[in-house]
């Protein structure tokens, strides 16, 4: 059983440009949630889709979008980057059945690292 | 709103020491608590989780209860070995929200010297 993969591994970026990152969430999953991990620091929530849509959104700027396919794999696109976008993106993904706490758990991805020059 | 505060690290113990990292959080609904570990170059395990009042979740020799009343779900193991030497995140879950958005705190860093 694979579990949720990311690509690429690494990136880096010079500043104002756009990066998109992908994941594919363990199977069985219809739920991705994207995550922005800075250096020493806890992941910070960016957005979960859910059934092709963005169903919450963390403290991010517009500049950082996504998308979610119909195999539930997902996208995350930042544009016009900036020095601070460097950081580990983790994609994490869950059951859609979140109302049930026995399946109240994300298995996350290794993680893209993306470096902004 | 939602966030959690754990222990400021790094912690360094010696193998066969016993390990506390603590964690408290603040919610507006009713949470699942969880412990994840980060190993260097890698993306975040699960550790262990609890979905409400009182429940202790355990694995791999760690342990953590679900205290409501004092709003913590702090993480122990009895002996810790070399092995263990990762970064540690408390995170919650309030399922009271749509979306199942997790918080996670800032992280514990451990070594654990031979």
């Known amino acids: 059983d694979a579990g949720v993969t990311q690509s690429p591994t690494h990136l880096i970026k010079t500043r104002g440009q756009q990066v998109t990152l992908r994941c594919s969430p363990k199977?069985?999953?219809?739920?991705v949630s994207w995550y922005q991990q800075a250096l020493g620091q806890g992941p910070q929530f960016i957005f979960q889709y859910y059934e092709e849509e963005e169903r919450q959104r963390g403290n991010f700027p517009d500049r950082f979008s996504g998308h979610q396919f119909p195999n539930y794999s997902s996208e995350l696109n930042v544009n016009a980057l900036l020095l601070g976008d460097s950081a580990l993106y983790l994609c994490?993904?869950?059951?859609?059945?979140?109302?049930?706490?026995?399946?109240?758990?994300?298995?996350f991805g290794p993680g893209t690292r993306l470096t902004v020059l | 709103g939602d966030s959690v505060t754990q222990m400021e690290g790094p912690v360094t113990l010696s193998e066969e020491a016993f390990l506390t990292i603590n964690c408290t959080y603040t919610?507006?609904?009713?949470?699942?608590l969880f412990w994840y570990v980060q190993y260097p170059g890698e993306g975040l395990q699960l550790l262990l989780k609890a979905t409400k009042a009182d429940d202790k979740g355990s694995n791999k020799g760690f342990e953590a209860t679900y205290r409501k009343e004092t709003t913590s779900f702090h993480l122990e193991k009895g002996s810790v070995q070399v092995s263990d030497s990762a970064v540690y995140f408390c995170?919650?879950?309030?399922?009271?929200?749509?979306?199942?958005?997790?918080?996670f705190g800032t992280g514990t860093s451990l070594t654990v010297i031979p």
């Open positions: 994490a993904s869950s059951s859609g059945l979140a109302g049930i706490p026995s399946y109240n758990e994300q298995f």
């Open positions: 199977s069985g999953h219809d739920t």
């Open positions: 995170a919650l879950s309030d399922l009271g929200n749509t979306g199942n958005q997790f918080y």
């Open positions: 919610a507006t609904g009713y949470p699942s």
